[in-house]
């Protein structure tokens, strides 16, 4: 299976030893992965994912299946995939951890929040890219042991919002569209004053 949100996720993969792909699923990632890391170690909390990802992981014999949640009970890896998944369940999975790899998010909700975690917790976030799937967009944010200062604007509509994007474009003329028919209170408004801020920069 192939879509525009794997592949970008697959393309921000660094080559490194090794990886964890974090709520593994049916395994494409992990699989895809398996030719960018020394050992991949596939998680799930779930078995009956386990058991898709090692079919569609077939052959490779430097994936690792583990049922997990999170990466708890994973040893230490270069670089952690986090995808399909709320961005609070992302925040607090990393929270568990002592070391700060390499990642791959792709928050489904809450990327505010995520992203303010993450620079609340040594993070720099390096990528967080807008990808377009269909109908859907997907944001994917990549991030390295460091020390970085967001502001509000960053944190609501990506750190990286004033670099020109089509994604990012079509998906801000969208929610200004749907925020602009909502009653003024004072929450929707300033959504609205941070969509046109980064709508400015877009053109």
Same mark, same amino acid.
């Given at each position: 299976?192939?879509?525009?949100?794997?592949?970008?996720?697959?393309?921000?993969? +660094?080559?490194c030893?090794?990886?964890?792909?974090?709520?593994?699923d049916?395994?494409?990632?992990?699989?895809?992965?398996?030719?960018?890391?020394?050992? %991949?170690?596939?998680?799930d909390?779930?078995?009956?994912?386990?058991?898709?990802?090692?079919?569609?992981?077939?052959?490779?014999?430097?994936?690792v299946? %583990?049922?997990?949640?999170?990466l708890?009970?994973?040893?230490?890896?270069?670089?952690?995939?986090?995808?399909?998944?709320?961005?609070?369940?992302?925040?607090?999975?990393?929270?568990?951890?002592?070391?700060?790899?390499?990642?791959?998010?792709? +928050?489904?909700?809450?990327?505010?929040?995520?992203?303010?975690?993450?620079?609340?917790?040594?993070?720099?976030?390096?990528?967080?890219? %807008?990808?377009?799937?269909?109908?859907?967009?997907?944001d994917?944010?990549?991030?390295?042991?460091?020390?970085q200062?967001?502001?509000?604007?960053?944190?609501?509509?990506g750190?990286f919002?004033?670099?020109p994007? +089509?994604?990012?474009?079509?998906?801000?003329?969208?929610?200004? %569209?749907?925020?602009s028919?909502?009653? +003024?209170?004072?929450?929707?408004?300033?959504t609205?004053?941070?969509?046109?801020e980064?709508?400015?920069?877009?053109?």
């Open positions: 299976m192939s879509t525009d949100r794997i592949a970008a996720i697959i393309d921000f993969i +660094p080559a030893k090794t990886l964890a792909d974090v709520g593994c049916h395994g494409f990632v992990a699989a895809a992965a398996a030719k960018k890391a020394d050992r %991949v170690y596939a998680t909390i779930s078995e009956e994912c386990l058991a898709k990802a090692r079919l569609n992981c077939m052959g490779l014999n430097n994936v299946f %583990v049922l997990s949640d999170g708890d009970g994973v040893e230490r890896v270069d670089c952690a995939v986090i995808c399909g998944m709320g961005g609070k369940l992302i925040a607090e999975i990393l929270s568990r951890i002592d070391y700060k790899p390499y990642l791959v998010l792709g +928050p489904q909700k809450n990327v505010d929040s995520l992203r303010a975690f993450l620079s609340k917790s040594g993070y720099e976030i390096v990528r967080d890219e %807008v990808v377009k799937d269909g109908r859907k967009f997907y994917i944010i990549c991030a390295r042991e460091g020390r200062t967001l502001d509000e604007t960053q944190l609501k509509e750190v919002y004033k670099t994007s +089509p994604a990012r474009r079509e998906r801000l003329e969208r929610k200004l %569209v749907f925020f028919t909502l009653p +003024p209170t004072e929450s929707n408004l300033q609205i004053y941070h969509i046109k980064a709508l400015k920069w877009q053109n």
